[in-house]
């Protein structure tokens, strides 16, 4: 047993936490305040070699390996969520290509998505009536000649309007719920892609979420990824370790939310109060249970084992116990008579809550474990 | 490089599954009467030592079984699933016995005081808490006066474990009082000693195999060549060994979790209500998926901080971490088997009552939740 990460895991994480201090950490506040996509922050991750991960060398990525991955997004989710939500989602899409693209696919797509030469990838799954429950979806994509017709909605599409290339699932074959959806690849400027406006959402707020329309957009054959009908297996297994990511994300914020708590604690004149180093304690060890079930779900992923219900209790474990971690840091903002207003505190609390709805809510992680605890 | 590694080594397994047979045919079809009747394990604590439990991490020179400290978490886990009366005894002799009479004793000391309770053929308590001081052991009032070639041991320890059975009993006394937490010292009393009385065995809550009451030193007269460790260091020598001892405790928490969390699921699976299995219920699922995730990181925490143990590198925090979430983890996962079990939940007939009982005492003894805490955040803060 060795529940330390090697040498190599940690060297990726260190690469992280360089470009995490450098990069990301001073413009995460104004980042929050003006909503601005961090298209700079992108390229210089792109340069250092942290956009695609999990993304095999020859294509451009860096293979760090679902552990060097989690570790990689815990440090840079630490100094802002925003950014590393929106790398999380480029890589999920470079490495889904990697895996079930053809050759063409992947040596289009991949090295653009490593080198931030396209700022982003999106991953086009949720629709306005179909969120959880992806065998709804409406969108469709129909047969003309060697091509293919889609027309319908996605909705909360992170990264839309930055993006390269969006993966885009529709049904191909009516009433088949899942087993009737198919996977696209479809590159930004194509006609009959509208992209809409952003969101105005209550946290993780430098990253971009949009909608998006599919006006008779047509589509060369080539643009399917994986099989025909087979969609929905490339979007679950994506979603698998994207879980593991927004688990990752998540212990991130609550390494954040303790950083700012411990700073005023370590400041407080005199002993702090015992409240409050409780309440710390309390998040430290929430947030090396989160650590540990991340990297667990990972490990496994790496070893190319079954992780679904692993990956599903960190991201469960770890978004909630950073609801909890950044209420402390606020309450902690307020203990030295501060509004929380336009703190670093005040962004963790809004980034944080979308951690427990997005790749999957906690209602449905649990449902997730329980069917695998009841088989 | 193999990544990040939660794989248990052959050996490691082999103690899994040792003790969970173990727990599955001796512990669960007793412990529902031990627990009714208070009743002390002897057979199954006998046959804890036959199996090498006794002294899990002592080397086998010295009578024990020489294994590390995740196999001994994973047998704390195991046989705590199956009595958790039985394993705070097991607990005990092991980590608060054992372990540092391995660690401070001399051989002439480990001939006499570690070999046969390694071995299962004795058994041994922790005397640290007094009526008046319990997480503040500095305030302590039993005191060791040297005379000659002996100390005279003087005052009264409370709730220990193991106290009506024991053979020898480690005891804390001020030997240097004005100098408080380093004026303390160790000592290996027999409890054949003259001047050593116990009282009558503490009606508890729960853990009702294991017992546990007051010893009374009175003109107590043990030589010199008993003290274990150097004067003063006694401290040193209680709070190191806590640290360990905690790694057990929070592995008790973590084994009476997942007996309550697997009857309950299996009793989910049975019970019909509204025609189909409750466990076709969403409210029970999230109970069970919540559960399972819980002891999942408690489970981690605990190998986490005894990898760090058998690394060699400091793990205070790490333990405290460890018991802190499990024990607490273990009440709340406990609680929640009585309500999917609904009014047989609160009956005796079933264990979902038992663990709970069980549960409540592992935020309580080797340090307190609150203690936990400021184990915790005094490391963090010193960071």
């Known amino acids: ?375 | 490089m193999a990544p990040m590694n939660i794989e248990l080594t052959e050996e490691q397994r082999q103690v899994r599954d040792l003790c969970r047979s173990f727990a599955d045919e001796e512990l669960r079809p007793n412990a529902k009467r031990w627990d009714e009747e208070h009743h002390f394990p002897r057979e199954a604590v006998a046959k804890l030592g036959e199996l090498g439990l006794m002294g899990v991490s002592v080397p086998g020179e010295w009578g024990g079984s020489g294994m590390d400290a995740v196999s001994y978490a994973i047998a704390m886990e195991e046989i705590s699933r199956g009595c958790a009366g039985t394993s705070v005894i097991m607990s005990v002799n092991n980590s608060l016995y054992s372990d540092p009479v391995l660690k401070y004793g001399t051989d002439e000391q480990k001939e006499e005081f570690l070999r046969p309770f390694a071995a299962g053929q004795k058994l041994g308590c922790f005397a640290l808490t007094e009526p008046m001081s319990g997480s503040d052991a500095a305030e302590m009032q039993t005191t060791a006066v040297a005379r000659g070639d002996d100390y005279v041991l003087a005052g009264s320890k409370n709730f220990i474990t193991n106290g009506p059975q024991a053979d020898v009993v480690l005891v804390f006394a001020m030997t240097d009082k004005p100098k408080g937490h380093k004026g303390i010292s160790a000592f290996l009393v027999p409890t054949t000693t003259k001047g050593l009385t116990r009282g009558k065995g503490d009606d508890k809550l729960g853990i009702r195999a294991s017992g546990s009451c007051t010893l009374f030193f009175e003109d107590c007269v043990i030589p010199k060549r008993y003290r274990l460790g150097k004067e003063g260091e006694g401290f040193k020598i209680a709070m190191s060994t806590l640290d360990g001892g905690r790694i057990g405790i929070a592995a008790q928490a973590l084994g009476i979790a997942r007996a309550g969390y697997e009857e309950a699921l299996a009793y989910a699976k049975e019970r019909k209500a509204f025609g189909k299995p409750i466990a076709t219920f969403q409210a029970i699922q999230f109970m069970l998926a919540d559960m399972a995730t819980e002891i999942d990181a408690a489970r981690l925490l605990i190998w986490r901080a005894a990898t760090l143990k058998d690394k060699g590198v400091r793990y205070s925090a790490e333990a405290a971490m460890a018991k802190l979430f499990a024990s607490e983890m273990s009440e709340r996962v406990t609680s929640k088997a009585i309500q999917i079990h609904g009014g047989y939940g609160y009956v005796k007939e079933y264990g979902a009552e038992r663990h709970w009982r069980d549960s409540r005492i592992t935020q309580i003894y080797e340090g307190t939740s609150e203690i936990q805490r400021i184990v915790i955040s005094s490391a963090l803060l010193k960071e």
């Open chain 1, 1 to 375: 047993m060795e529940l330390e990460p090697t040498e190599a895991q940690a060297r990726i994480a260190s690469l992280a936490r360089t470009a995490a201090r450098e990069v990301l950490a001073p413009a995460a506040d104004e980042g929050d305040r003006t909503g601005r996509f961090p298209a700079e922050a992108i390229r210089e991750l792109g340069r250092r070699g942290l956009l695609a991960l999990k993304v095999p060398r020859e294509l451009g990525g860096a293979a760090a390996g679902p552990v060097g991955y989690a570790l990689a997004i815990m440090e840079l989710a630490q100094a802002d969520a925003a950014v590393a939500v929106t790398v999380a989602v480029t890589n999920m899409v470079g490495e889904i290509i990697a895996r079930y693209g053809t050759p063409a696919q992947r040596e289009r797509c991949c090295p653009r998505l490593a080198s931030g030469a396209w700022l982003a990838g999106s991953f086009a799954l949720s629709e306005p009536q179909a969120g959880s429950d992806s065998g709804a979806m409406a969108s469709r994509a129909d047969r003309r000649g060697e091509c293919w017709v889609l027309r319908g909605e996605k909705a909360w599409i992170t990264s839309g309007d930055h993006a390269g290339v969006f993966v885009v699932w529709a049904r191909t074959e009516a009433g088949a719920r899942t087993k009737g959806i198919t996977a696209f690849l479809v590159e930004a400027g194509t006609p009959g892609l509208r992209v809409g406006r952003r969101e105005k959402k209550t946290g993780i707020r430098a990253s971009s979420t949009v909608s998006l329309t599919f006006d008779e957009l047509e589509l060369p054959g080539s643009a399917v990824l994986g099989e025909v009908h087979g969609g929905f297996r490339v979007a679950m297994s994506a979603l698998d370790g994207g879980r593991s990511g927004i688990a990752a994300q998540a212990t991130g914020t609550i390494a954040a939310a303790l950083a700012e708590g411990t700073a005023v604690a370590r400041a407080w004149e005199g002993s702090a109060p015992e409240a409050m180093r409780f309440a710390l304690a309390d998040t430290r060890t929430d947030l090396c249970a989160a650590r540990l079930l991340t990297l667990r779900a990972a490990a496994l992923e790496e070893a190319e084992r079954a992780f679904t219900r692993e990956a599903s209790m960190a991201k469960l474990f770890a978004s909630e116990a950073a609801q909890r971690a950044v209420d402390v840091a606020v309450r902690i903002e307020g203990w030295r008579g501060r509004l929380a207003g336009g703190s670093t505190a005040a962004r963790l609390f809004r980034d944080a809550k979308v951690q427990t709805i997005y790749e999957g809510t906690s209602e449905i992680q649990r449902l997730v474990i329980a069917r695998d605890l009841l088989r």
